[in-house]
Nanobody, 123 residues
Framework: VQLQASGGGLVQAGGSLRLSCAAS????????MGWFRQAPGKEREFVAG????????YYEDSVKGRFTISRDNAKNTVYLQMVSLKPEDTAVYYC?????????????????WGQGTLVTVSS
């Protein structure tokens, strides 16, 4: 199984980025997908999750209304659209996958992880 995250970069506060995560080696439509982030000196935290059908999504409170998670099962890809970015959103962003129905918010529940993509938001 491979998860390849991309789309990170340097952006000014108030700007936007779209992260992508391409999955291979698994039956993508059977997996819940999540995005996590880890800032320097901090623990990895849940950002957003989406169930297999994209009928259900869940967000961490600080990103609600600014981030949107989506998926394209035909392309085996999950996305994270981020708008109104803030300096506190600066972190390495990871995509993760877990089989099943319910969206998980704990990192330890996810079986597969991408390599991470760095998002830096300047003030």
């Amino acid at each position: 199984v491979q998860l390849q995250a991309s789309g990170g970069g340097l952006v000014q506060a108030g700007g936007s980025l779209r992260l992508s995560c391409a999955a291979s080696g698994l039956t993508f439509s059977r997996y819940v997908m999540g995005w996590f982030r880890q800032a320097p000196g901090k623990e990895r935290e849940f950002v957003a999750g989406i169930n297999w059908s994209a009928g259900s999504t869940y967000y961490e409170d600080s990103v609600k209304g600014r981030f949107t998670i989506s998926r394209d099962n035909a392309k085996n890809t999950v996305y994270l659209q981020m708008v109104s970015l803030k300096p506190e959103d600066t972190a390495v962003y990871y995509c993760a996958a877990v089989s099943g129905v319910w969206i998980r918010t704990l990192a330890r529940d996810y079986a597969y992880w991408g390599q991470g993509t760095l998002v830096t938001v300047s003030s």
